[in-house]
């Protein structure tokens, strides 16, 4: 049988989620032997999709097979009750056969966090991004429209990324300033390595005043990674949403990260 499970993670002090084999500090390999240890035999995961080092996840679905029967709230507080407090299981759920956490997704949805203020913050170090500059969200909001819809987004993927081709669709992307914060909301129907960083890698430059919104639409036109910005820190990143079709119903969380509904 086939469980889905729904994930959330600092990943503050994390090597990221994939186990390489020799890196033990991974969220996979820590997932992975814990729901061992619950169901008595090895067990092996796959993700939504796998963040990098330092990257925070609220909504991360994940999928394993079995042929023990437990509980929805026995996977769940038995694979609790071995997880580091970093990391927990928030819902388990039976599912079809046919359910890939990974390739049945239809769509990502991913939010970054700016802390712009003057001073650094010491309790939101590793799980929001400081910028001192003052940004100029209207400007960085006017920048957006260069973004959504299908691109190739070439000049936005990490030099290193394994992707096929480089063409991806952002199905919604948004900001919300709540001051001192800033919110970058954004879906698509995929990723590339670093693609989220660096799109806020090409907004602060506007947000400062240095480009015109119409610079990131140039970027992109360049397919060329060497002109856009610098790629962003990881501890402002959230993946919090996976949408998946009407067959298969899972459960639905809020869209974290909590705290920032909390107000």
């Known amino acids: ?49 796998r963040t990098d080092a330092g990257v925070h996840a609220s909504g991360m679905v994940v999928h394993f097979d079995t042929h023990v029967v437990r509980s929805e709230r026995s996977w769940v507080l038995g694979a609790n009750r071995y997880l580091p407090d970093s990391v927990a299981v928030q819902w388990a759920t039976l599912v079809q056969d046919e359910f890939h956490a990974r390739f049945r997704a239809l769509a990502r949805r991913y939010r970054y966090l700016i802390y712009n203020h003057p001073y650094r913050s010491a309790l939101m170090s590793q799980r929001a991004t400081w910028h001192y500059h003052e940004l100029n969200v209207p400007a960085m909001h006017a920048a957006l429209r260069y973004l959504a819809g ?89 993946f919090v949403d996976v949408l998946y079709p009407e067959d298969f119903v899972l459960p639905r969380w809020p869209i974290g990260p909590a705290w920032w509904q909390a107000d």
Request: aromatic share 8%.
């Open 150 to 238: 299908e691109h190739d987004f070439s000049s936005l993927r990490a030099a290193g990324c394994q992707a096929r081709q480089p063409v991806r669709c952002i199905q919604h992307i948004s900001l919300i300033a709540r001051p001192p914060w800033i919110l970058l909301d954004i879906q698509a129907n995929g990723f590339l390595h670093h693609m989220v960083r660096n799109i806020i890698g090409v907004l602060l430059p506007v947000g400062e005043g240095k480009q015109q919104p119409g610079w990131v639409g140039e970027v992109l036109a360049a397919r060329d990674r060497t002109v856009a910005g610098v790629t962003a820190p990881p501890y402002g990143l959230y």
């Open 1 to 49: 049988m086939r469980i889905a499970l729904g994930l959330e993670y600092d990943g503050s002090s994390w090597g990221g989620w994939q186990f390489q084999g020799h890196d033990p500090n991974t969220i996979q390999h820590a997932l992975e032997c814990a729901l061992s240890k619950v169901a008595d035999h090895p067990v092996s995961v796959v993700a939504a999709g």
